[in-house]
C-alpha cells in the first residue's frame, strides 16, 4: 500500500479563520479522497480529489467550504474555510488501491477550533 | 451515499469473551470491506469480501458475507486488550467508499 503523510497532523485554530491540510502519496495514484471524522462518529466522505479539474463533493459539502486542490497524481490539499467550531474533526485523506477495491488513509489532521 | 448501519453501536466485553459486529445494508453490495481504527489512530483496512456466502479469517477474526450480499459480520474469538478500537466496515459505489456506523470495542482486563 502507498504511504500517506499528512500535514499538519493537529492544529488549533481560531473561530473564522482557514486552514490547508496538506497529504503527499509516496506514489501516483489515481484516486484520492478526503473524509471527515467528527468526535466520536464514522467517517464522512466530503469529497474526490480529482486530478487537474474540479473535486466532485458529496451531498452536504459545498467548494466554497472545503476547497481541493489536486495538482498531480501524488499531491493533494483541502482547506476548511471560515471555520468554527462543529469544523472541530479529524479531516483524513485518503486513496484508492489500483484495482478500486479498497482504500488506505493517511493519519489524519486532528483540527480544534475554538 | 451508500447507507450502511452497524450494530452494536458499542459493545464491553471481558478479556477472552467472543465480540460480533454486524453490518447491514438496505441494498446488494458488490463488495465490503472492513477497517480497525485503534482509540487516536486512523483507520486501517483488514479484509475485503467479494463473494455471496465468503467467510475469511485472520487468526482469531472471522468475517462473513451474506448470501445476499446485503449483510456481513466480523466476529472474534478470545478478545484481547489489543483488540480494543472501533471497527468500521465500509461499501463501495463505484470508486466511492461509503462507512457504516462502527462499533466500538472496549475490553476489560
Known amino acids: 500500500s502507498a504511504v500517506i503523510s499528512q500535514k499538519p497532523s493537529r492544529d488549533i485554530c481560531q473561530r473564522g479563520t482557514s486552514l490547508t491540510i496538506q497529504c503527499q502519496v509516496d506514489?501516483?495514484?489515481?484516486?484520492m479522497f478526503w473524509y471527515r471524522q467528527q468526535p466520536g462518529q464514522s467517517l464522512t466522505l466530503i469529497a474526490t480529489?480529482?486530478?487537474?479539474?474540479?473535486?466532485?463533493?458529496e451531498s452536504g459539502f459545498v467548494i466554497d467550504k472545503f476547497p481541493i486542490s489536486r495538482p498531480n497524481l501524488t499531491f493533494s490539499t483541502l482547506t476548511v474555510s471560515n471555520m468554527s467550531p462543529e469544523d472541530s474533526s479529524i479531516y483524513l485523506c485518503?486513496?484508492?488501491?489500483?484495482?478500486?477495491?479498497?482504500?488506505?488513509f493517511g493519519e489524519g489532521s486532528w483540527l480544534t477550533v475554538v | 451515499g451508500q447507507q450502511v448501519m452497524q450494530i452494536p453501536q458499542y459493545q464491553h466485553v471481558q478479556e477472552g469473551e467472543d465480540f460480533t459486529t454486524y453490518c447491514n445494508s438496505s441494498?446488494?453490495?458488490?463488495?465490503i470491506q472492513w477497517y480497525k481504527q485503534r482509540p487516536g489512530g486512523h483507520p486501517v483496512f483488514l479484509i475485503q469480501?467479494?463473494?455471496?456466502?465468503e467467510v475469511k479469517k485472520q487468526k482469531r477474526l472471522t468475517f462473513q458475507f451474506g448470501e445476499a450480499k446485503k449483510n456481513s459480520s466480523l466476529h472474534i474469538t478470545a478478545t484481547q486488550t489489543t483488540d480494543v478500537g472501533t471497527y468500521f466496515c465500509?461499501?463501495?459505489?463505484?470508486?466511492?467508499?461509503?462507512f457504516g456506523t462502527g462499533t466500538s470495542l472496549t475490553v476489560i482486563p
Open positions: 506514489s501516483q495514484v489515481t484516486m
Open positions: 485518503s486513496v484508492g488501491s489500483d484495482s478500486g477495491n479498497t482504500i488506505y
Open positions: 480529489a480529482n486530478q487537474g479539474s474540479e473535486a466532485t463533493y
Open positions: 465500509a461499501a463501495n459505489t463505484g470508486n466511492q467508499f461509503y
Open positions: 469480501l467479494v463473494k455471496s456466502g
Open positions: 441494498t446488494t453490495l458488490s463488495n
